[in-house]
């Protein structure tokens, strides 16, 4: 062996010793952790398809991975340090808990699950539970038809203000016929609005087993008085209207137009304002509340809308929530 | 005589050191007596409340950690005006998604300590939001345990679009009251 094969190898020695001590402790400042375990339930049986989630405590980085069938796992290549863990299965309580990896070793973390409570747990089926999208769709066309009714009745208010003010002008015995073909049409484009607005309240589907309650009562009260009233109104009107343009004195019925009209934008009015006010919490919700932390009992009836909740959870309902009730 | 009274309290203690881990995690059920649940909407004109005393609940403690299901039907909230209680069940999808269910978990030891700082589950008009680390208060009245506290919702949190009335819509902000009333029961 010459002297130069002699320097060939010691340079490839030398290169190799180098690689070899800047490598080691590379791969040492990488070294990974797995962490491995295995899910049962409380019985023990192994849950497959097990979500096991971990997240980097400093990163926030997620790694997650699910039990085979026999309920092991393990997630391997995480770097050192605190973790996370979140373990979910379908229908089991969701499990959480912290481990702190060491580089290059494999944790151990194994868990059972608990069964989650379900409805049927509570005395719910999931018929009850169950959506009604038939129903919905009633809800919404409802709603939507009762929006134009507010919105349309809300515009009314502008034509039969007017009209009652131009009534000032079209009555007695100074009046000019503009002035009452002026009134006339006001009042028949407030009769257009109206009756349009009562359209979609009148023909909007009705929610069976719902009762009225509240200041809508009122608003519905004062419709059995606007509603002849906008009737009434403009027949009376046009009866005037026609007496006065022969040259005659208002006379018969026709001469009641003035107070009908006033008593029928006065209950218009009321009937606007009694859904836009307050109808506070009933008196029972108080009471209720106060035996609940007073520790009292009373002999305070259960509202229709409890005894309707109640009757749709069942019997078993009634006596945890209903006899029961403070 | 001497000997015997000495086995006695030796068997004594090892009775009382097997049935220790027992005791300290002896599974609780929890059944729930009676509840009211009231959501609070604000509008300019309005201040409404809707009162529900139809929940149902059930809580398992076991190894120290307790989970809870509170189910309430969302038609059996009552705001005092029927009109309103509908328009409220249809833009909350009431008819489509008609239980409000919420699950809880805590650890035990927070019982004992008059607070217990819950995180919530809720599932309602056919969306889920989580609620982490909501404080409730307890009062034990005997057998009872009396619990309050207030539930942050939004509409934002549930996709539900806001109603308005008159033209002005009703704030964001839907907190949920909660007083329940609940009783040990013999575990299964």
Redesign the interface.
């Known amino acids: 062996m010459n002297r130069g094969t002699l320097e060939h190898v010691g340079a490839v020695i030398f290169v190799l010793v180098f690689f070899t001590s800047t490598v080691t402790p590379v791969s040492a400042q990488t070294a990974t952790a797995t962490l491995s375990g295995k899910i049962t339930d409380t019985s023990g049986a192994a849950l497959a398809n097990t979500e096991v989630s971990v997240k980097n405590a400093v990163t926030g980085q997620v790694i997650s991975a699910q039990t085979d069938r026999s309920g092991s796992y393990s997630i391997a290549n995480l770097p050192p340090g605190d973790y996370e863990v979140s373990i979910s299965a379908n229908g089991f309580d969701t499990k959480e808990s912290r481990v702190t990896l060491a580089a290059g070793a494999t944790q151990l973390l194994s868990m059972s699950l608990a069964a989650a409570l379900s409805l049927e747990d509570l005395g719910i089926s999931s018929a009850q539970a169950q959506g009604n999208a038939k129903e919905q769709a009633r809800l919404n066309k409802r709603s939507q038809m009762l929006k134009i009714h507010q919105e349309l009745g809300l515009i009314t208010v502008a034509p039969l203000a007017a009209t009652v003010l131009t009534g000032i002008f079209a009555g007695g015995k100074a009046t000019s016929t503009t002035d009452r073909t002026f009134h006339a049409a006001l009042g028949s484009a407030t009769a257009g609005l109206y009756f349009s607005s009562a359209y979609f309240a009148i023909f909007a589907p009705k929610i069976h087993g719902t009762k009225t309650e509240g200041n809508i009562k009122l608003h519905k009260a004062l419709a059995l008085i606007h509603g002849p009233g906008m009737i009434l109104t403009p027949i009376l009107g046009e009866m005037a209207f026609s007496q006065r343009s022969k040259g005659e004195r208002v006379h018969g019925i026709a001469h009641y137009h003035g107070q009908v009209a006033i008593v029928t934008a006065g209950a218009y009015g009321l009937a606007i304002l009694s859904v836009s006010l307050r109808s506070g919490p009933a008196k029972h919700d108080v009471h209720h509340a106060l035996a609940i932390f007073g520790g009292h009992h009373s002999q305070q009836p259960m509202t229709l809308t409890d005894s309707r909740a109640q009757a749709e959870l069942g019997a078993s309902s009634a006596d945890a929530n209903g006899e029961k009730r403070p | 005589m001497k000997h015997r009274k000495a086995t006695f309290r030796n068997l004594g203690l090892a009775l009382v050191v097997l049935a220790l881990p027992q005791l300290v995690h002896a599974d609780t059920d929890w059944?729930?007596?009676?509840?009211?649940l009231?959501y609070h909407v604000s509008h300019p004109?309005?201040?409404?409340?809707?009162?529900?005393?139809?929940?149902?609940?059930?809580?398992?403690c076991?190894n120290g950690?307790c989970?809870?299901?509170i189910?309430?039907?969302v038609?059996?909230?009552?705001?005092?005006?029927?009109?309103?209680?509908?328009?409220m069940?249809?833009?909350t999808?009431?008819?489509?998604?008609?239980?409000i269910?919420v699950?809880t978990?805590f650890a035990e030891s927070e019982i004992a300590s008059g607070t217990v700082h819950a995180d919530l589950q809720v599932e309602f008009a056919g969306q889920t939001a989580q609620y982490k680390q909501i404080a409730f208060q307890l009062?034990t009245?005997g057998s009872a345990i009396?619990l309050?506290g207030t539930i942050p919702a939004t509409l934002t949190d549930f996709k539900i679009p806001a109603p308005s009335?008159?033209a002005m819509a009703i704030k964001n902000d839907i907190p949920v009251r909660v007083?329940?009333?609940w009783t040990r029961s013999q575990p299964k």
Do not use: I, Y
Not at chain 2, 93 to 98: L, S
């Open positions: 059944v729930l007596e009676s509840s009211t009231s004109l309005h201040q409404v409340d809707g009162v529900s005393h139809a929940a149902k609940g059930k809580g398992v076991q950690q989970n809870f299901l189910a309430a039907p038609k059996s909230f009552d705001s005092g005006d029927s009109n309103r209680d509908l328009h069940l249809q833009v999808r009431g008819a489509e998604f008609p239980m269910v699950r978990q009062v009245q009396k309050s009335l008159l007083e329940m009333s």
